[in-house]
């Protein structure tokens, strides 16, 4: 029987890992993906609290983020292909019009 | 020491490297296929923790279409330039999500364990369990759930269009 | 000399008295353009007749009662503290409400011949409405801000007429001057009455009631009685033109010739006179304020007199003249004659009046020219002129019987007798007579006797004033002579006229030492000196003689020019005071208000935009830096929690 924080840490860690990417990584696809990860540790903690604590709403909430995960996912590459299109870069940091 | 501890271990010391492959490999494709290795191994622990409906969803449309659709987009665009690395950013950016770990984990395990509950029930977690929960009581956001994958489908196509 | 209880009868009445000038003000303000001229002016007179036959109603039957109010509504409430817009006419109030309504009827009488042809006389009859409304709130205010408004008001019309002929610069700058001076006395008018209210109310009484102060006198403390009645004083003195602030007096002959008569001999100058008879017993606790008063009216009478002496326009004149007999005013006020104060106050209205209206006949007659060297022989062209202003004449200088005799020997025999006059009073006074005199049967003889020496093309112009013009100065002539005869000493036939106000100055005056015999050879002295002035002027200017310019050039020309410079007293207070002042404005106004206060305000504008200048840098548009701050935020608030546990 794997306690429970085992899976919390874990969770905490990956979460960490994903923050990383999002952070550094200039490539906006792999920021993408790391965002992916984030939620991914998030539904982790989500299912392993559904399972100590024994309710069904946990299942039914990383449920949720999945499918809006995907609709994000969607969008946000369409967006990134556009983006593209433009400007032949992924490299958050060229992408600046928004400054002051 | 029990098994599913052993089997615990593993799965997640694969799981960390396999992120930490997703976040520091250079190339992109190596990158998405180590988040799909990543999202393989979360299912198996979902499996683990007596949510298997919820763990074949997430092989079926996060690994299987979510990650398809990234590798799409991946060779569609087919980017060639390298990205800079500056090393200062990398060590504060390290130095912040050790941080967060480190105060995330803090946090979380200062709850006491709770009995196990789940241990005696054969239906939890399975696709009729859940099926009810969500038809019964989260209905409601269960069908502005589709009107949402509309919408993101129609957004998709009209900002991903060509211009004519 | 505590003053009788009176009844007091309220009667509506009262508040139309200022209240028809105002409204004929406003109707010739608004239509007067529409009516016309002479319709605008003969609703003015019509006005200001109005008024005159409601304050004699109320003079007639005032004895009977006692005295009126009329309360119109209150003002000011605030706790205790209340101030109404409330009128009184007692025995004072009703002298005052004659000399205004009655002697301003006759201005406007004649300002409908003299302002006939003047373009603005619309304008004109409209402010001159206006002041006769003020005026009548300044004597018949029952409380001292009523009568404040009206003082403030006053020199508001006097402004305006002053620069009533606005295109020439000079006008103006007179007007400006008139009312800036006023304004320094108003400064300590109001001081003054703000002191006056704390200092009751620190008593626990809160009132501006003439009665009510009245009543409450004594309860406050002797020094600061003083330094309430000082400051009083000072705004009397502004408004009264005694020293140091008389200087607007003489320039204020650029007004109109009726302006001059109404306003600055007859009216509004007396009103610092009457303010403090109104509020004597106030002053009467104050003796340091009144040897001060009395000691600057005796100064002021003879210094003006002095002045009167060399000057050459016929207005210049009259004017030092008019500064010169307020200030024997001021010395019966000072001695705490204050019933003869206001007699001399009354006399001088009349013959004063008919003196400036009389010279405006011969500016009229002579088309603008008023320097006495142009002038000379006019007797034959201006005969009715010419006897008014002989008796006129003869009343200031003090002939026997005139109006001005008893007034101005009242006053001498008070500086003279009284506890707090002194033989140096009443000797600066005598001298001051005798100069009176003199300066004035100059006058007369400069302008209608001896050879023409007006300019050709004018002289063929000369014509007698209309009756428009001429009634007036006979009636103010006759009054010259009679107007006195209400107040004869007691070894003739009495004074009506301190009987008349005795209700509130509290009867006979105490004649400290001097008997009768004292007072006839005062007398004789007096006519002695009027006479050795008569004299003197007929020698040196009654005929052809060299007299007048050797006189001119005595001891160099210095003393003369002196004179005829008037003591250089506005050059000095330009050096002293107009010059640093404006040097301080400038100096304010381009170096100070653009330097500092914009400085300032513009620093904080710089400070915020230095500010934001540098904290914009964090918008960076680099989503991943945006990400940061959240991680940041995100770490703080999780030590936070951390804490908590």
Same mark, same amino acid.
């Given at each position: 029987?794997?306690?429970?924080?085992?899976?919390?840490?874990?969770?905490?860690?990956?979460?960490?890992?994903?923050?990383?990417?999002?952070?550094?990584?200039?490539?906006?696809?792999?920021?993408?993906?790391?965002?992916?990860?984030?939620?991914?540790?998030?539904?982790?903690?989500?299912?392993?609290?559904?399972?100590?604590?024994?309710?069904?709403?946990?299942?039914?909430?990383?449920?949720?983020?999945?499918?809006?995960?995907?609709?994000?996912?969607v969008i946000g590459l369409a967006i990134v292909i556009s983006v593209f299109r433009h400007r032949r870069s992924l490299d958050p940091q060229e992408m600046q019009l928004l400054k002051w | 020491m029990d098994a599913s501890i052993i089997l615990f271990y593993v799965i997640s010391v694969l799981l960390v490297l396999s992120s930490l492959m997703v976040v520091f490999l250079r190339n992109v494709v190596h990158c998405a296929l180590a988040l799909v290795a990543a999202l393989f191994l979360i299912a198996i622990l979902f499996v683990m923790l007596h949510a298997p409906m919820v763990g074949v969803l997430q092989v079926l449309v996060y690994a299987g279409a979510i990650m398809v659709l990234f590798l799409f987009v991946i060779m569609f665009l087919n980017p060639t330039a390298s990205e800079p690395?500056?090393?200062?950013?990398?060590? !504060?950016?390290?130095?912040?999500? #050790? &941080? @967060?770990? /480190?105060?995330?984990? $803090?946090?979380?395990?200062?709850?006491?364990? %709770?009995?196990?509950?789940?241990?005696?029930?054969?239906?939890?977690?399975?696709?009729?369990?859940?099926?009810?929960?969500?038809?019964?009581?989260?209905?409601?956001? !269960?069908?502005?759930?589709?009107? #949402? &994958? @509309?919408? /993101?489908?129609?957004? $998709?196509?009209?900002?991903?269009?060509?211009? %004519? | 000399?505590?003053?009788?209880?009176?009844?007091?009868?309220?009667?509506?009445?009262?508040?139309?008295?200022?209240?028809?000038?105002?409204?004929?003000?406003?109707?010739?303000?608004?239509?007067?353009?529409?009516?016309?001229?002479?319709?605008?002016?003969?609703?003015?007179?019509?006005?200001?007749?109005?008024?005159?036959?409601?304050?004699?109603?109320?003079?007639?039957?005032?004895?009977?009662?006692?005295?009126?109010?009329?309360?119109?509504?209150?003002?000011?409430?605030?706790?205790?503290?209340?101030?109404?817009?409330?009128?009184?006419?007692?025995?004072?109030?009703?002298?005052?409400?004659?000399?205004?309504?009655?002697?301003?009827?006759?201005?406007?009488?004649?300002?409908?011949?003299?302002?006939?042809?003047?373009?603005?006389?619309?304008?004109?009859?409209?402010?001159?409405?206006?002041?006769?409304?003020?005026?009548?709130?300044?004597?018949?205010?029952?409380?001292?801000?009523?009568?404040?408004?009206?003082?403030?008001?006053?020199?508001?019309?006097?402004?305006?007429?002053?620069?009533?002929?606005?295109?020439?610069?000079?006008?103006?700058?007179?007007?400006?001057?008139?009312?800036?001076?006023?304004?320094?006395?108003?400064?300590?008018?109001?001081?003054?009455?703000?002191?006056?209210?704390?200092?009751?109310?620190?008593?626990?009484?809160?009132?501006?009631?003439?009665?009510?102060?009245?009543?409450?006198?004594?309860?406050?403390?002797?020094?600061?009685?003083?330094?309430?009645?000082?400051?009083?004083?000072?705004?009397?003195?502004?408004?009264?033109?005694?020293?140091?602030?008389?200087?607007?007096?003489?320039?204020?002959?650029?007004?109109?010739?009726?302006?001059?008569?109404?306003?600055?001999?007859?009216?509004?100058?007396?009103?610092?006179?009457?303010?403090?008879?109104?509020?004597?017993?106030?002053?009467?606790?104050?003796?340091?304020?009144?040897?001060?008063?009395?000691?600057?009216?005796?100064?002021?009478?003879?210094?003006?007199?002095?002045?009167?002496?060399?000057?050459?326009?016929?207005?210049?004149?009259?004017?030092?003249?008019?500064?010169?007999?307020?200030?024997?005013?001021?010395?019966?006020?000072?001695?705490?004659?204050?019933?003869?104060?206001?007699?001399?106050?009354?006399?001088?209205?009349?013959?004063?009046?008919?003196?400036?209206?009389?010279?405006?006949?011969?500016?009229?007659?002579?088309?603008?020219?008023?320097?006495?060297?142009?002038?000379?022989?006019?007797?034959?062209?201006?005969?009715?002129?010419?006897?008014?202003?002989?008796?006129?004449?003869?009343?200031?200088?003090?002939?026997?019987?005139?109006?001005?005799?008893?007034?101005?020997?009242?006053?001498?025999?008070?500086?003279?007798?009284?506890?707090?006059?002194?033989?140096?009073?009443?000797?600066?006074?005598?001298?001051?007579?005798?100069?009176?005199?003199?300066?004035?049967?100059?006058?007369?003889?400069?302008?209608?006797?001896?050879?023409?020496?007006?300019?050709?093309?004018?002289?063929?112009?000369?014509?007698?004033?209309?009756?428009?013009?001429?009634?007036?100065?006979?009636?103010?002539?006759?009054?010259?002579?009679?107007a006195g005869w209400l107040g004869a000493p007691e070894y003739l036939w009495g004074s009506l006229w301190d009987h008349w106000l005795q209700p509130i100055f509290g009867g006979a005056h105490e004649a400290a030492h001097g008997s009768l015999t004292d007072e006839i050879n005062l007398t004789l002295l007096t006519l002695a000196i009027g006479g050795l002035g008569f004299l003197l002027a007929y020698f040196i200017y009654g005929r052809a003689s060299k007299l007048p310019d050797r006189l001119a050039s005595l001891a160099g020309g210095g003393p003369y020019r002196l004179l005829l410079h008037k003591y250089y007293i506005d050059e000095i207070y330009d050096v002293l005071i107009v010059r640093p002042f404006t040097y301080c404005s400038r100096w304010l106004a381009q170096v100070f208000d653009?330097?500092?206060?914009?400085?300032?305000?513009?620093?904080?504008?710089?400070?915020?935009?230095?500010?934001?200048?540098?904290?914009?840098?964090?918008?960076?548009?680099?989503?991943?830096?945006?990400?940061?701050?959240?991680?940041?935020?995100?770490?703080?608030?999780?030590?936070?929690?951390?804490?908590?546990?």
């Amino acid at each position: 029987m794997v306690p429970l924080d085992y899976y919390l840490i874990l969770s905490a860690v990956i979460f960490a890992i994903g923050v990383i990417g999002v952070l550094v990584r200039r490539n906006l696809i792999v920021v993408l993906m790391s965002i992916e990860l984030m939620l991914n540790a998030v539904n982790l903690t989500f299912i392993t609290f559904s399972r100590f604590l024994g309710s069904m709403q946990g299942q039914v909430i990383v449920f949720f983020v999945m499918a809006v995960a995907a609709a994000e996912a969607v969008i946000g590459l369409a967006i990134v292909i556009s983006v593209f299109r433009h400007r032949r870069s992924l490299d958050p940091q060229e992408m600046q019009l928004l400054k002051w | 020491m029990d098994a599913s501890i052993i089997l615990f271990y593993v799965i997640s010391v694969l799981l960390v490297l396999s992120s930490l492959m997703v976040v520091f490999l250079r190339n992109v494709v190596h990158c998405a296929l180590a988040l799909v290795a990543a999202l393989f191994l979360i299912a198996i622990l979902f499996v683990m923790l007596h949510a298997p409906m919820v763990g074949v969803l997430q092989v079926l449309v996060y690994a299987g279409a979510i990650m398809v659709l990234f590798l799409f987009v991946i060779m569609f665009l087919n980017p060639t330039a390298s990205e800079p690395r500056r090393k200062l950013w990398w060590g !504060f950016g390290s130095l912040a999500a #050790l &941080l @967060l770990a /480190a105060s995330l984990a $803090a946090l979380l395990s200062n709850g006491e364990a %709770p009995a196990d509950p789940v241990a005696a029930t054969e239906t939890f977690g399975s696709p009729e369990t859940l099926a009810k929960s969500l038809f019964t009581d989260f209905v409601l956001p !269960f069908e502005i759930t589709s009107v #949402l &994958l @509309l919408v /993101a489908i129609i957004g $998709a196509v009209v900002l991903a269009k060509r211009e %004519p | 000399m505590v003053a009788t209880t009176q009844a007091v009868v309220t009667v509506d009445l009262l508040r139309w008295m200022p209240l028809i000038p105002l409204l004929a003000s406003l109707i010739n303000m608004f239509f007067g353009a529409r009516l016309g001229r002479k319709t605008a002016g003969g609703l003015a007179c019509a006005a200001v007749l109005a008024s005159f036959a409601i304050a004699l109603y109320v003079f007639w039957l005032l004895p009977a009662t006692g005295m009126f109010r009329d309360t119109v509504y209150t003002w000011i409430e605030s706790g205790s503290f209340q101030v109404k817009l409330s009128f009184q006419v007692d025995a004072l109030t009703a002298v005052m409400l004659l000399v205004v309504t009655g002697i301003g009827f006759l201005i406007h009488i004649y300002s409908l011949g003299y302002m006939g042809h003047d373009e603005g006389m619309v304008r004109f009859f409209v402010y001159l409405n206006l002041f006769i409304f003020f005026m009548l709130l300044l004597v018949m205010g029952d409380n001292l801000l009523v009568l404040f408004i009206g003082w403030e008001g006053v020199g508001l019309c006097s402004y305006l007429l002053i620069g009533f002929w606005y295109h020439d610069h000079a006008n103006t700058i007179a007007g400006n001057k008139a009312f800036i001076v006023n304004r320094i006395g108003d400064f300590g008018f109001v001081l003054g009455l703000l002191l006056l209210v704390t200092e009751l109310g620190r008593q626990g009484i809160w009132t501006l009631d003439f009665m009510e102060l009245q009543q409450h006198v004594n309860l406050l403390s002797p020094e600061k009685i003083t330094l309430i009645t000082l400051l009083l004083f000072v705004g009397a003195a502004g408004k009264s033109a005694q020293i140091p602030l008389f200087v607007w007096l003489p320039d204020a002959m650029a007004g109109p010739t009726p302006v001059s008569a109404l306003i600055h001999a007859a009216t509004m100058v007396t009103a610092g006179a009457y303010m403090t008879a109104r509020l004597h017993f106030l002053f009467v606790l104050a003796p340091e304020t009144l040897s001060l008063i009395a000691t600057i009216g005796a100064a002021t009478a003879f210094f003006a007199a002095t002045v009167a002496l060399t000057q050459t326009d016929i207005k210049r004149v009259l004017a030092y003249s008019t500064v010169s007999q307020l200030g024997y005013m001021f010395v019966a006020v000072g001695i705490g004659a204050f019933s003869a104060a206001i007699f001399h106050l009354f006399t001088h209205a009349f013959f004063k009046a008919c003196l400036f209206l009389g010279s405006g006949s011969v500016i009229h007659a002579l088309d603008g020219e008023q320097d006495m060297r142009k002038m000379g022989g006019l007797k034959a062209y201006l005969p009715t002129t010419y006897w008014t202003y002989v008796i006129a004449t003869l009343a200031i200088a003090g002939a026997p019987f005139t109006a001005g005799f008893f007034s101005k020997d009242f006053i001498l025999w008070q500086a003279y007798s009284s506890p707090r006059g002194s033989t140096e009073l009443w000797f600066v006074g005598w001298l001051t007579a005798g100069l009176t005199a003199f300066y004035m049967f100059r006058q007369l003889f400069l302008v209608f006797h001896g050879e023409c020496r007006v300019d050709e093309h004018v002289k063929a112009h000369i014509h007698e004033s209309p009756a428009v013009m001429t009634v007036p100065l006979v009636v103010l002539a006759a009054g010259s002579i009679f107007a006195g005869w209400l107040g004869a000493p007691e070894y003739l036939w009495g004074s009506l006229w301190d009987h008349w106000l005795q209700p509130i100055f509290g009867g006979a005056h105490e004649a400290a030492h001097g008997s009768l015999t004292d007072e006839i050879n005062l007398t004789l002295l007096t006519l002695a000196i009027g006479g050795l002035g008569f004299l003197l002027a007929y020698f040196i200017y009654g005929r052809a003689s060299k007299l007048p310019d050797r006189l001119a050039s005595l001891a160099g020309g210095g003393p003369y020019r002196l004179l005829l410079h008037k003591y250089y007293i506005d050059e000095i207070y330009d050096v002293l005071i107009v010059r640093p002042f404006t040097y301080c404005s400038r100096w304010l106004a381009q170096v100070f208000d653009p330097g500092v206060i914009d400085g300032l305000v513009n620093a904080v504008a710089r400070g915020a935009r230095g500010f934001s200048l540098i904290w914009r840098e964090v918008q960076t548009g680099n989503v991943q830096h945006y990400l940061a701050g959240f991680l940041a935020a995100t770490l703080a608030l999780l030590a936070y929690f951390l804490k908590q546990q």
